[in-house]
């Protein structure tokens, strides 16, 4: 079994499709189903069922599937590995990490990282926590900066970073603005603006209102989950939202005095466990770590 018929049927796998996965590979249709037939003839079953146009994974494919992307995933670790061995650090780091730990916190990080790296490749890609847990569970990326969710996995190595102070924000004039301790009662008459309970964020407000026994007075019409545009559209004027104390630098937005202690959250570094670090993911996370008194 080779490891470039898997590449193919992995790459088939998550396409959808054979063409696609021969542009993707720069190969062939022709070529693309020469390697499917080569593995479903050295495993002796079908991998793959068509109903007109559509493409299928078989009973076999599926259970094929999760450990050729094991296969692969050891296989590109251990040429990194060695690869390593051989000289300075270089090569390539897949990032993941959310919007707002991408403006607000590793801009230093990378600059730092960059200037002692300079032939490392670093790519990022933006997803909220929960994709980026799956896509560290996947291999897809080497290191995840994101906000902890409480989803134990024995697969993961987390190391916290930085604590985020989140706070109760609303534009100066809003009446909320101008008033000390305030409780949570007289919040809940005002409407707020807040990520859906997809996001961590939006979940542990709710649920700290939960545990006070309130309902909360949501926004209707207005529905974001990017907190760049919730602090543009709460400065506007007329509802209230939650936002880590890094975003709170703007002339239009007040903090709120309230009675209650604050919500806080964590902000970590994950990576596979069962993974090889490169030489790249080693150096970013020892200067990642370099910044965690970063506040």
């Known amino acids: 079994m080779d490891t470039q018929s898997l590449k193919a049927f992995v790459t088939v796998a998550d396409l959808n499709s054979f063409s696609h996965a021969a542009e993707k590979l720069h190969l062939t249709q022709p070529a693309i189903t020469k390697r499917i037939q080569s593995l479903e003839s050295h495993l002796d079953t079908r991998l793959f069922d068509r109903l007109g146009r559509r493409l299928f994974l078989t ?14 995933q050891l296989m590109e670790s251990s040429r990194q590995a060695l690869d390593d061995l ?57 290191l ?58 939006g979940r542990i407000v709710r649920e700290f209102f939960r545990e006070a026994g309130l309902g909360l007075k949501l926004e209707e019409g207005l529905s974001t989950d990017y907190m760049e545009t919730l602090r543009v559209l709460v400065a506007i004027g007329g509802t209230w939202t939650v936002l880590p104390h890094t975003m709170v630098n703007s002339p239009e937005l ?30 970013f996370l020892e200067i990642l770590q370099q910044h965690r008194d970063l506040q």
């Open 86 to 142: 051989a000289g300075p650090v270089r090569g390539k780091l897949k990032l993941v990490t959310s919007h707002h730990i991408g403006l607000h916190r590793l801009p230093i990080v990378l600059k730092d990282f960059k200037k002692q790296y300079p032939q490392v490749n670093v790519s990022i890609t933006y997803m909220n926590s929960r994709e980026t847990h799956e896509a560290i569970l996947a291999g897809e990326a080497d």
């Open 144 to 201: 995840g900066v994101t906000t902890r969710e409480i989803i134990p996995d024995d697969s993961l190595t987390l190391h916290e970073i930085w604590h985020d102070r989140l706070l109760f924000v609303t534009a100066r004039e809003h009446p909320l603005a101008s008033k000390h301790a305030i409780g949570l009662e007289e919040l809940c008459n005002y409407p707020a603006l807040l990520p859906d309970e997809r996001f961590f964020t």
């Open 254 to 283: 007040g903090v709120l005095d309230l009675k209650e202690n604050p919500l806080t959250r964590s902000l970590i570094c994950m990576h596979h466990r069962d993974l090889t670090l490169n030489s790249a993911s080693r150096a």
């Open 59 to 72: 009973e076999a494919g599926q259970c094929l599937l999760p450990n050729a992307r094991r296969i692969l």
